[in-house]
Nanobody, 123 residues
Framework: QVHLVESGGGLVQAGGSLRLSCAAS????????MGWFRQAPGKEREFVAV????????YYAASVKGRFTISRDNAKNTVYLQMNSLKPEDTAVYYC????????????????WGQGTQVTVSS
């Protein structure tokens, strides 16, 4: 079992930055690929970014590529999402998730989820 807790969300103006953190406890963190997803009101959950177990491979949704950076610190059991040049359309609840099976964009292939953290970007 893996327990995930996100933090770092908040209210920011368009063009600003936030860094989300996801702290993991439980089984070996470094054996999991870690992903970030988001869900805006009235919309389906969507993939944001994913990073492999070592941090050497990362993929991004087209909508955030070049603005967001995913990273991880296995010594701290933490994955991060640095979000720059934020836009109002980035407003959503952001979730981190852990996958035992590898690097995927599909949320259904993730085994553990955090409770989410709200990000609101004002125009």
């Amino acid at each position: 079992q893996v327990h995930l807790v996100e933090s770092g969300g908040g209210l920011v103006q368009a063009g600003g930055s936030l860094r989300l953190s996801c702290a993991a406890s439980g089984r070996t963190f470094s054996s999991y690929a870690m992903g970030w997803f988001r869900q805006a009101p009235g919309k389906e959950r969507e993939f944001v970014a994913v990073i492999n177990w070592s941090g050497g491979v990362a993929y991004y949704a087209a909508s955030v590529k070049g603005r967001f950076t995913i990273s991880r610190d296995n010594a701290k059991n933490t994955v991060y999402l640095q979000m720059n040049s934020l836009k109002p359309e980035d407003t959503a609840v952001y979730y981190c998730a852990a996958s035992e099976r590898g690097v995927f964009r599909e949320g259904a292939l993730y085994d553990y989820w955090g409770q989410g953290t709200q990000v609101t970007v004002s125009s």
